[in-house]
């Protein structure tokens, strides 16, 4: 039986084609042409948005630094709503491949949690591989982010117990990466929230079913993983911090919210994923969007299924 594209997103992929036909995809391993259209593809999922801070009156944001594993220094932003002190907050980390995005250009998207729910976040700006950094570097960014927060917790009114870790594509699999090295280094941490994520460098053969569909290639998820990995790409070198498919026990996990659309190339490992979460009886709350191609939610914010996600999404951070 074949897929169907849901009718919103076909809509909005239609009229995009009629702007201007589809350019030929970047050579596998060119991480550079990937980067730039990611930029480019990015900067225009946000001017679907009302454009921060002027569109979320409410919410303000600031601009700190934190010391990753290596002594290197990363950008952080801090956006909190007025008047809210819910007393749980959530560290997030955004989409790219691991080889592009940044805060600023996930200002809205971050802001717009924060004013729908009242609930604090901390959005990382993570070293992009392969330049700025590779192997455990992007996950140890987020994970160093985290350790911040816990830390200042009582100035921010947070409560250190209630602290979440939240991420979309790459940055669902930094996410992940985040909750085993909190699971492994003893840190807590109340959920973790994998926004159709990018879980496991062995996701590489193509299915002819997706093809037509997929927004986020398996070349491109070659190119990728290499970026990140370099020569362990490929191996069993590979630490599960990086690649969570690969973490040996998902036991003593944060409980997870699991999201993901029928027609991404990540949908199997997502799922995967969250099977093995609920069978070591961790919490699991997984969706599966019929219809679906990856970052449908920020193709077309004002669709039924963006709605129903955020609808969602909003109800679980809201209950941190």
Same mark, same amino acid.
């Given at each position: ?21 589809? /350019? ?27 454009? %921060? ?22 950008? !952080? @932003? ?29 200002? /809205? !998207? ?8 009242? !609930? ?22 987020? %994970? ?34 985040? /909750?085993?090295?909190?699971?492994? @280094? ?7 929230? *994998? ?91 997984? =969706?599966? =969007? ?8 920020? *193709?077309?914010?004002?669709? @039924? ?16």
């Amino acid at each position: 039986m074949a897929f169907t594209l849901d009718p919103e997103l076909a809509a909005v992929l239609q009229a995009l084609a009629e702007q201007g036909g589809p /350019a030929p995809p970047p050579e596998r391993d060119d991480w550079r042409t990937l980067r730039a259209r990611g930029t480019a593809s990015m900067r225009w999922m946000a001017s679907l948005l009302p454009a %921060f801070p002027t569109g979320y009156p409410l919410v303000q944001a600031s601009s700190h630094q934190v010391r990753s594993a290596d002594g290197a220094e990363v950008p !952080v @932003r801090w956006y909190e709503k007025a008047g809210s002190t819910p007393g749980s907050a959530v560290v997030y980390a955004h989409g790219g491949g691991m080889l592009a995005g940044s805060v600023d250009l996930y200002d /809205a !998207v971050v802001a717009g949690y924060v004013q729908a729910t009242g !609930v604090p976040f901390l959005s990382v700006d993570y070293r992009l591989a392969p330049d700025a950094a590779t192997g455990t570097g992007p996950v140890e960014d987020v %994970f160093a982010a985290l350790i911040w927060l816990g830390g200042r917790a009582p100035e921010l009114g947070v409560d250190p117990r209630r602290i979440a870790v939240m991420g979309d594509s790459a940055g669902g699999g930094l996410a992940a990466g985040v /909750a085993v090295l909190a699971r492994d @280094r003893g840190v807590p941490l109340a959920r973790q929230a *994998l926004l159709y994520p990018m879980l496991d460098d062995r996701t590489l053969t193509p299915d002819p079913r997706l093809t037509p569909y997929v927004a986020w290639t398996w070349d491109d998820n070659w190119t990728g993983w290499h970026a990140l990995l370099g020569a362990a790409f490929g191996t069993d070198d590979v630490p599960p911090q990086v690649a969570p498919a690969r973490v040996a026990t998902v036991e003593g996990l944060a409980p997870a919210y699991v999201e993901v659309g029928e027609l991404d190339i990540f949908r199997a490992e997502a799922i995967g994923y969250a099977q093995r979460l609920a069978d070591a009886d961790i919490p699991t709350e997984l =969706h599966l =969007h019929g219809g679906a191609i990856h970052e449908y939610d920020r *193709l077309a914010p004002g669709s @039924r299924l963006a709605r129903r996600a955020m609808e969602d999404r909003g109800r679980v951070i809201s209950s941190l």
